[in-house]
């Protein structure tokens, strides 16, 4: 079946360090891909997505690339702030799952001063 | 527009006990779907539906029932709670039901403690 595997955390880097989060995937056909962001104590909230090979998701700073070659969509951020401290689910949504998302474990981001 | 609710926003049952989570959400959304949250474990998805009248079963739905009356409401009831079902419950929603492009909004959680 579906699945995404994204690298584990916890994450820690400097204020306006460069980030990359790893995300891959296993699927058929054509999935759509996205990133949700967990703030503490929240809901998730959509990032970033793509529907279609090469299409390019990018908000807040962050972008991913969704690349079929590598059945990938790594996230990567050219600057994080203490403020994009969260947790980060990589996640897809495809027929084989009836289009249910279909997450990674997250990623846990710390950005310290 | 409130998006996605749920309530309560924690509870703390004991083994055996039953409950409803409600999950409401007023976008006129067709889909919407329950996932538990666990620590390493991401999400998981427990039952979604369709729309009103349809629901089918995730990847970790015993223990579990979901019902769809209306468009608005699909509630979360736990038969005889567990401590395996000690989580983080959050609802979502989206526009169009098997359209996978949708982003889903998220309400946000209910913490439940089953002891």
């Known amino acids: 079946g579906d699945s995404v595997t994204q690298m584990e955390g916890p994450v820690t880097l400097s204020e306006e360090a460069f980030l990359t989060i790893n995300c891959t995937y296993t699927a058929t056909g054509y999935p759509s891909l996205f990133w949700y962001v967990q703030y503490p104590g929240e809901g998730l909230q959509l990032l970033l997505k793509?529907?279609?090979?090469?299409d390019k998701g990018s908000n807040k700073g962050f972008e991913a690339t969704y690349r079929k070659e590598t059945t990938s969509f790594h996230l990567e951020k050219g600057s994080v702030q203490v403020s994009d401290s969260a947790v980060y689910f990589c996640a897809l949504s495809g027929s084989n799952s009836g289009y249910a998302l279909n997450f990674g474990k997250g990623t846990s981001l710390l950005v310290t001063p | 527009n409130a998006g996605v609710t749920q309530t309560p926003k924690f509870q703390v049952l004991k083994t055996g006990q039953s409950m409803t989570l409600q999950c409401a959400q007023d976008m006129n959304h067709e889909y919407m779907s329950w996932y538990r949250q666990d620590p390493g474990m991401g999400l998981r998805l427990i039952h979604y539906?369709?729309?009103?009248?349809?629901?089918d079963q995730g990847e970790v739905p015993n223990g579990y029932n979901v019902s769809r009356s209306t468009t608005e409401d699909f509630p979360l009831r736990l038969l005889s709670a567990a401590p395996s079902q000690t989580s983080v419950y959050f609802c979502?929603?989206?526009?169009?039901?098997?359209?996978?492009?949708?982003?889903?909004?998220f309400g946000p959680g209910t913490r439940l403690t089953v002891l």
């Open positions: 539906s369709v729309g009103a009248g349809i629901t």
């Open positions: 793509a529907t279609k090979a090469d």
């Open positions: 979502a929603s989206s526009p169009r039901a098997l359209a996978g492009y949708n982003e889903q909004f």
